[in-house]
């Protein structure tokens, strides 16, 4: 297959030319406009290492130019390669491109091939569909190390996606240092032994972990460096076993407060009260003075709420404010804490349910992940980032095979994903231009370690990539044909995917823990999410 043409995500205008054009990591680098978008470049040109050529061949990076957000133009020229991108997001598009023309050797660590790397002449106009192209790891449920964390920011960045939304807390642990509630961590970061769900059998083994603000500050500044934002979540009021069992007065009085060991989501809430969102509002400062994000991710989603009506203080808060339902205070909460992240010009995402109970503000973003009507009510009045259940949480079945692994139900197929359409053709072009993009979730119930993770990703994110950046996939037959070539560079990258014709031996479920249950049920699943959507 042709170079141009084996690119993944497809670009929008791709013309080969004849001629190739030999790189180095000597090539002279000429930047115009913003000195920041040389960085990138000069990372790719190192990872070249010297090749022992000489020659001419320049490498110009114009950020000067008008181009739309995350857009590029990359000419490939026998005497050098140029790049035009107004934006950090399109220099490191430009570069994956770049790098998807070249051998699929080049995404190893294995140095230079004898002569040197040759890229074949051409050129490629791109720009992406949807501005909002993201991913969600899970890492409250099982922990994730910030290896990983790093290994997938590499992954996205090589699929041009924009957006890494880290889900930091849950009942299952919390997953971030505060240096002003350090109990947080000391006492939320861990469990003393892990069950696959509710009715599973402990495992007695401790597990847990947390990433330190340096980490954190870290994880951002790599990611921002490759054209992505990192998103943080700090799931409230719902979720958060793991924050009562560190300041149990948080939460219910009188009630047992401890660290989930099931990995299943329980039904647990923190008081919604004044000194709760105080407490709150330092623990989110220090994650945007960590990382610098622009947006910040409250969660909202599955919260208990049947005792908050009993509680004498909040009874009383909700007297202040004239509330007759608890919903409303939950709205309230919400609002509360998303003006505060305003005031420090970071704007707030929720999930469907904080927008029910009206827990938004005017530019809050909402996440959508019960079905599509919600998504479609939403749109009307705020941005929406499509995040449906069926078909982006990757965490689901990928076939009805038997030999597939335990997980939360299914399937969700790779065609699945490729059919999917973010801004559906029926709704009213207003509420389409609401539609900011997408993203994929890995919610890591069932996920213990980054082999897993691997495995539950990819190729699925490999079709949901082409789909928020060209606005669909068209031809079927044709996007297989070149992930098929795409699966040499993640071969190349040490991803260790779940092949298209099913899983490896070591990736089955076997006849023990990870033995399948029982045959899919996502049309139910799917009827289920639409009839809850109108609940808080």
């Not at 205008?13 to 000195?35: D, K, Q």
Request: glycine share 10%.
């Amino acid at each position: 297959m042709n170079a141009y043409f084996s690119l993944l995500p497809r670009p929008a205008t791709v013309e080969p030319h004849s001629g190739i054009c030999r790189l180095s990591a000597e090539m002279p680098l000429e930047v115009v406009g913003s000195a920041e978008v040389a960085s990138p470049v000069r990372r790719f040109l190192s990872a070249l290492t010297p090749a022992n050529t000489t020659g001419t061949n320049r490498f110009v990076v114009d950020s000067s130019t008008d181009q739309p957000a995350g857009g590029y133009t990359l000419q490939v020229a026998e005497d050098g390669v140029t790049v035009q991108a107004g934006d950090l997001e399109g220099v490191s598009g430009a570069l994956t491109t770049l790098r998807q023309l070249l051998p699929a050797e080049i995404w190893r660590r294995a140095g230079v091939p004898p002569g040197g790397w040759t890229v074949p002449c051409g050129r490629v106009i791109d720009a992406p569909v949807y501005g909002w192209r993201g991913a969600m790891l899970d890492v409250a449920r099982h922990f994730f190390p910030k290896r990983t964390v790093l290994r997938y920011v590499d992954l996205l960045a090589a699929h041009r996606y924009n957006r890494l939304h880290l889900h930091l807390s849950d009942d299952q642990g919390w997953r971030v240092e505060s240096r002003l509630h350090p109990r947080l961590h000391e006492v939320g970061a861990w469990r003393p032994a892990t069950r696959l769900g509710p009715d599973g059998v402990p495992d007695g083994t401790p597990h847990g972990g947390y990433y330190t603000l340096d980490d954190l500050a870290e994880i951002s500044a790599y990611a921002r460096s490759q054209g992505i934002v990192v998103v943080p979540e700090i799931d409230v009021p719902g979720h958060t076993s793991a924050l009562r069992a560190a300041y149990p007065e948080l939460g219910r009085p009188g009630e047992e407060q401890a660290v989930l060991d099931t990995v299943w989501a329980g039904g647990s809430s923190i008081s919604p009260a004044e000194p709760v969102v105080s407490f709150l509002r330092d623990v989110l400062g220090e994650i945007i003075d960590a990382t610098g994000t622009p947006y910040l991710h409250l969660g909202g989603d599955e919260c208990d709420m049947s005792w908050w009506a009993a509680d004498p203080l909040i009874a009383a808060e909700m007297v202040t404010h004239g509330y007759t339902e608890v919903r409303q205070l939950h709205g309230h909460f919400l609002r509360e804490l998303g003006g505060f992240l305003a005031g420090r010009g970071v704007r707030m995402v929720v999930w469907d349910e904080g927008f029910v109970t009206g827990g938004v503000l005017p530019d809050t973003i909402v996440m959508a992940w019960r079905g599509h009507e919600v998504a479609e009510r939403a749109a009307r009045t705020h941005d929406v980032v499509r995040t449906p259940l069926f078909p982006t949480y990757l965490n689901f079945d990928q076939s009805d095979l038997p030999a597939e692994r335990r997980s939360e139900g299914g399937p969700i197929t790779l065609a699945d994903v490729a059919a999917f359409t973010p801004a559906p053709a029926e709704w009213p072009d207003e509420r389409r231009s609401r539609v900011l993009g997408g993203q994929w979730q890995i919610w890591s119930e069932w996920v213990p370690h980054e082999r897993h993770l691997d495995y539950l990703a990819f190729p699925r994110a490999c079709a949901l990539a082409e789909v928020l950046w060209s606005g669909g996939i068209a031809d079927p037959a044709e996007f297989e044909e070149r992930l098929r070539t795409h699966l040499a560079r993640l071969d190349a990258l040490g991803v260790e995917y779940r092949p298209l014709a099913g899983p490896h031996p070591w990736q089955a479920g076997g006849t023990g823990a990870w033995r399948r249950t029982g045959p899919g049920r996502i049309e139910e699943t799917k009827k289920w999410v639409e009839s809850i959507s109108r609940e808080p």
